[in-house]
């Protein structure tokens, strides 16, 4: 089951938007919920039990923890001198609470996504040591979008610690906050102030919202169908047997992992935007044309928005500000100075955001290594920075003027590649294997000759099609970056231009899409995380 | 607010704290200078930046910090 399936986008949504205009305002929150469970039902059968029992721990927890603020405030009422006891007491049992939300949810993530990878590397260690002991490695399949839906319910449970929502009374509303459909496989990872109101007004589809919702939609197809789909065979091809390919065509490989990744990810993304537009729901952008960005801290900021707001908000701040960290940047800096001060507890925080990152990704020593490459190029990019701005004033650099901007952008988007690489690889060894061919057999001259890359389920004509639809998708985000709004403008041309845009998107993609024999669409990637 | 200015100033020399109201979105202030002027700022001050205070409307500007302070010494 994908998004993706005509069926579900152009049959089963509007019959679902038909139905939730018809029904009475206050009925639709539910026609809603019973969708998304049915969904979920759906996909992954009696797991559902876990969501269930996700839903109604943090409801529990969350209204628990907004009675102890209640409770708090009123005895700082009666005894005003007493406060900082008080708030020191209350704190203690607040924490009680949520670790106790915070342990039975991760426990969910840690069974499902987790044991197999901790008892394989146990029984390694058995192993070496010669103890005759073995846990048994179990196969089951975990429930859909649960690493997603996890950091939702930790980061509402979170949020009412500290006291920036309220508890909502109404469970009814936080489980459709946790298991709305359109996001419950891939994310974004909303925050409960940010969809929930909306998810539960029950607002009319109308005709404005109906229309840039599917053009929201047939844009994401046209990422997916025409481009990710289409490079699928390719990439499969080339990781799965990279040591029979030149260093030429396993470039072409990565480069078209990290252009099928972006696709398939940012064009669920707009069908994810635009189902929840239909509802009068906006849900916040997961990607801001990431590969304008200037160096790969940026780029993060532009690349799955939500998981690194995530990551920022509940683990990189409160461990960088815990309060021994504070301690010790207040020391550093008096040492090292104001730059190099607190980078001494912001590496160790991004450290651990880095780690989780890449764990939360898979249980692989892939992802962990993928991590890693990524916290240690911002640690040096947060380094050296000072010496590059010094290095550009004294040379004269401009660094706003366009020659810079595309090096930084060329120069980051290699170091992406190199991620996704070891992202997509098998095995840690075999992305170091593919990374030695690229420098050492590349062979252009060879791959041409031979015709090595139309070996790959794509000719010619593939490759154009390619080419010109990622120049297109280039266009619109350089107007996007310039703050255009694309789908504004769209609809403020007369009737005719306006549909001659709409025939054009569903023409290609029937026309180019890549569908029917010899296709294998690209699963959901990001489903599977 | 002096005193916040001197301080912000002491992070970040070339930003003009009296006028730039855009401090995180137009990235004058990355997060290891939050992780300075946070530290700083509580020493100073003597009140605690909960986490979930660090967000870009707090910090965009001078001001706005200093509302933060405010509003954390009521507290």
């Given amino acids: 089951m994908s998004y993706f399936d005509p069926g579900f986008i152009f049959l089963v949504v509007p019959i679902l938007l038909l139905i939730y205009n018809l029904v009475p305002k206050k009925f639709r929150p539910i026609i809603l919920l019973v969708f998304s469970f049915g969904l979920f039902i759906f996909i992954s059968k009696w797991l559902v039990v876990f969501l269930i029992l996700s839903i109604l721990t943090i409801y529990f927890v969350a209204n628990y923890l907004d009675k102890l603020n209640k409770k708090r405030n009123e005895l700082i009422k009666e005894e005003p ?111 409960y102030s940010d969809t929930a109101k909306d998810l539960y007004a029950g607002y009319k589809v109308t005709y404005n919202n109906f229309c840039f919702g599917y053009q929201r939609i047939l844009y994401g197809f046209v990422k997916k169908i025409i481009i990710a789909d289409r490079l699928n065979f390719l990439v499969n091809t080339v990781f799965d047997n990279y040591h029979t390919y030149s260093g030429a065509t396993i470039l072409v490989g990565v480069i078209g992992y990290t252009v099928m990744l972006y696709m398939e990810f940012s064009g669920t993304m707009d069908i994810v935007i635009g ?40 683990i990189f701040y409160p461990v960088s500000l815990s309060k021994r960290m504070k301690k010790l940047t207040l ?173 054009m998107l569903i023409l290609s993609i029937i026309i180019f899409g890549a569908y029917g024999p010899g296709y294998i669409p690209v699963d959901p990637i990001y489903a599977d995380f | 607010m002096e005193r916040l200015i001197e301080i912000l100033e002491e992070l970040q020399p070339d930003v003009d704290f009296n006028t730039v109201e855009n401090l995180i979105d137009g990235r004058y202030l990355d997060s290891l200078t939050i992780l300075s002027l946070v530290a700083e700022i509580e020493e100073e001050f003597d009140i605690e930046i909960p986490t979930v205070e660090i967000i870009p409307s707090n910090f965009n500007s001078a001001k706005s910090i200093w509302e933060l302070i405010e509003k954390l010494k009521e507290q």
């Fill in chain 1, 81 to 191: 001198d007493n406060k900082k006891a008080i708030k020191e007491k209350y704190k203690k049992y607040k924490k009680r609470i949520l670790i106790l939300g915070i342990i039975i949810n991760v426990s969910f993530l840690f069974f499902f996504k987790y044991l197999n990878f901790f008892a394989t590397n146990t029984n390694l260690l058995l192993d070496l040591f010669n103890i005759d002991f073995k846990f048994r490695i179990m196969s089951f399949l975990a429930p859909i979008g649960i690493s997603f839906y996890t950091l939702e319910a930790l980061s509402y449970i979170l949020d009412v610690y500290y006291e920036k929502i309220e508890a909502d009374k109404n469970i009814l509303r936080v489980a459709l906050y946790l298991s709305f459909f359109p996001q419950i496989m891939e994310g974004p990872i909303s925050r």
């Fill in chain 1, 275 to 314: 189902i929840g537009g239909f509802f009068g729901i906006k849900i916040k952008e997961n990607f801001r044309q990431p590969f304008f960005a200037k160096n790969i801290s940026e780029f993060w900021t532009r690349w799955h928005i939500s998981l690194g707001q995530w990551f920022k908000d509940y």
């Fill in chain 1, 331 to 503: 020391k550093a800096r008096k040492i090292l100075g104001n730059r190099f001060g607190p980078l001494i507890s912001g590496a160790i925080a991004l450290f651990a955001v880095w780690s989780l990152n890449g764990l939360w990704h898979g249980a692989g020593y892939t992802f962990l290594f993928y991590g890693m490459y990524q916290f240690t190029l911002i640690l040096l990019g947060n380094i050296f920075e000072p010496t590059i701005n010094n290095t550009c004033k004294k040379l004269h650099i401009n660094r706003q003027n366009i020659v810079y901007r595309v090096f930084q952008s060329v120069k980051m988007t290699c170091f992406v590649f190199i991620g996704e690489l070891f992202f997509r690889a098998p095995t840690v060894k075999a992305g170091f294997g593919m990374l030695k061919r690229i420098f050492t057999d590349f062979n252009l001259h060879n791959t041409l000759k031979s015709n090595q890359l139309f070996t790959l389920g794509l000719d010619i004509k593939d490759y154009f099609i390619i080419i010109v639809t990622l120049i297109v998708i280039f266009i619109v985000g350089l107007l996007k970056e310039k703050n255009h709004n694309i789908r504004t403008e769209i609809s403020k041309k007369n009737i005719i231009i306006r549909w001659m845009i709409y025939y």
